[in-house]
């Protein structure tokens, strides 16, 4: 290990203890938030819904005017929906796409609902990018571009990291706003926080990511309650674990392993249980499942001295090249009911103004249709959904046909909004500053008095 290798080892060891407001510690935090935290009071926090496969925007979110539903259909079919299937989740006409009319995915009637409220906002045709970039310009490769695009994997980093890099990126950018609000939080464990496994979306520098399953805190069996029948050997399993140790890498794991302990045992004594509210968990949901887990937490951010939260959730099952349809459709009818219990929870804590709800995909699939499904894309229409959400349709909207500006082969969408944008949105929402912006999402500063988007107050 080399000397700078091993210092930024020791720095990062230093975080790792559950008592992570110790005091060189928590004094580091306080210069980070003072030089890159806005003065926003109050709880916040920011909830990534990641669809993983590449979620069909085309057919979540479809143009409602006469001829340009007749040209989506004519683009399309056979995986198109036909206008009078679309009447009860049609949307106003958007005035920022000069009066154009939109419907949403039929199944998605909670946020048609939530929509006419005011508490959706549709971000149309985001991707990512390093710089702002046209047709012409990707065509003769004259801009750099993101890296291995159309790859899962890799198009799942670039969403989450907080550089445009593909599989293997070290820092996400829900991590990285973390390390720089984490300070307003008195337990600095529970700031980052996945109901979905891990992600590098939630890694930072200095913060990690807590993980949780649906039911709550993840322990270690051998040390609640007995081991072989004895509270001797549990206890003694226990010191074992988490003992000090000359050796750097062992004595690293125990603490590790005793502020995950501590941690557990704090979260499952503050976390309330589902019943806490009237609306039940929708069956068989998964997603469900995760938001309900993110809810209690939100519930308890008093005991867990919670005053800025990043979590984590996924719903999987969107690489639909066959059956798109059916498969789509069902996947659509999990996420409407799971967000509809979500913000149902959040309204019954009154809190709803202060967590917004966002969606995030690995890309967006071709207009056309391979036969029965849809083939690996880039753009994508996502939503930010909640109280602090100013409804509507932001960005571009683009032409639903071939040969466009925004078109680079078979529908296939070339971002007019860059992820780092839409994601710069949130990270002021929740009060990074503009200074402390490039630590966060080091494109933005390409993308110049556009960096930020308004749908958030």
């Known amino acids: 290990m080399t000397r700078q290798s091993r210092r930024e080892f020791l720095k990062r060891a230093s975080a790792l203890s559950f008592a992570g407001t110790a005091a060189p510690f928590a004094l580091n935090l306080a210069s980070i938030g003072a030089a890159s935290a806005q003065s926003v009071g109050g709880y916040r926090a920011i909830v990534c819904l990641f669809l993983f496969g590449g979620n069909d925007h085309t057919n979540t979110v479809i143009p409602y005017d006469p001829t340009e539903h007749t040209a989506y259909l004519n683009a399309r079919t056979p995986i198109a929906f036909a206008r009078d299937a679309l009447t009860a989740t049609a949307i106003a006409p958007a005035a920022s796409q000069g009066g154009r009319p939109f419907a949403f995915h039929p199944a998605l009637t909670t946020f048609k609902t939530l929509y006419d409220a005011g508490k959706v906002a549709v971000v149309a045709n985001v991707g990512p990018l390093i710089v702002p970039t046209t047709r012409a310009q990707y065509r003769n490769g004259s801009v750099p571009l993101p890296p291995k695009l159309f790859s899962h994997n890799d198009q799942q980093s670039v969403w989450q990291a907080n550089t445009a890099v593909g599989e293997g990126a070290r820092l996400g950018w829900g991590g990285r706003v973390g390390d720089l609000l984490t300070s307003q939080n008195g337990l600095t464990v529970f700031t980052c926080i996945s109901a979905s496994g891990n992600a590098v979306f939630l890694s930072g520098r200095d913060v990690l990511q807590y993980q949780v399953s649906s039911s709550g805190a993840v322990s270690i069996s051998a040390i609640s309650g007995t081991l072989f029948g004895s509270s001797t050997a549990s206890s003694a ?98 996420m409407n009911a799971a967000v509809a219990a979500f913000y149902s929870w959040l309204q019954q804590m009154q809190i709803e103004n202060s967590v917004t709800l966002f969606t995030a995909s690995d890309f967006g699939r071709t207009l056309t249709s391979n036969g029965d499904g849809s083939d690996h894309g880039w753009g994508a229409h996502h939503f930010a959904i909640g109280g602090a959400v100013q409804g509507g349709v932001y960005g571009t909207f683009p032409q639903v046909q071939f040969n466009t500006n925004d078109d680079i082969g078979q529908g296939n969408l070339l971002p007019t909004t860059s992820v780092d944008q839409y994601a710069a949105t949130f990270a002021r929402w929740l009060g990074v500053a503009d200074a402390g912006m490039p630590d966060v999402l080091p494109n933005i500063v390409n993308f110049g008095t556009s960096r930020y988007l308004d749908f958030l107050v």
């Open 237 to 334: 399993y226990r010191r074992i674990i988490t003992r000090t140790s000359p050796h750097l890498f062992e004595n690293e794991l125990g603490q590790v392993t005793s502020r995950s302990i501590d941690a557990n045992a704090l979260l499952a004594s503050a976390l309330p249980p589902a019943s806490q509210f009237t609306t039940p968990v929708p069956a068989n949901n998964g997603l469900a499942s995760q938001l309900n887990v993110v809810a209690r937490m939100i519930f308890a951010r008093s005991a867990l001295s919670a005053n800025r939260q990043v979590f984590f959730v996924s719903l999987g099952g969107f690489d639909n090249h066959d059956t798109l349809l059916n498969e789509h459709n069902l996947r659509m009818q999990s």
